[in-house]
């Protein structure tokens, strides 16, 4: 075989590998930005209270994202691990939050998909869930 041929050959194959890393590696979440509304859920941390993270992450969340569909910007999670001091007991056991381009896109897309999302929300904790609304200022 002739040098051209393997390196072109070489070629290909890298090509191939680069696309196939490309397509399993998972875009990257957008990041808010200044003037996006933040829709922070807390789940305050309390003796005897139950949390399923297993069931927030990967159904809970995910299902909303979906019912909320292109109104819905991003989202993400948090899983508390520690208070302020050691020792302290950590204030929240979970948040979540959602990201709008609008406060009417979140008030439009949750109005109508509400019932389903709180009736799933036994699912995974007995926690009344606390909702802060906010534009993101940076």
Not at 13 to 37: C, D, H, N, S, Y
């Amino acid at each position: 075989m002739s040098t051209r041929v393997i390196l072109f050959v070489g070629l290909v194959a890298l090509v191939g590998l680069l696309l196939a890393f490309r397509l399993k590696t998972p875009a990257k979440e957008p990041q808010p930005k200044k003037g996006m509304i933040k829709v922070t859920i807390l789940y305050p941390n309390a003796e005897g209270k139950k949390f399923d993270m297993d069931y927030y992450s990967s159904k809970h969340m995910p299902m909303v994202a979906s019912l909320l569909g292109d109104s819905l910007k991003s989202y993400g999670i948090d899983k508390g691990v520690a208070g302020r001091n050691p020792g302290d007991p950590i204030p929240y056991v979970a948040i979540g939050y959602l990201y709008f381009d609008r406060l009417s896109a979140y008030q439009n897309s949750f109005r109508s998909n509400a019932e389903k999302i709180r009736g799933d929300i036994p699912n995974y904790t007995d926690i009344q869930p606390v909702v802060q609304i906010s534009e993101v200022v940076r």
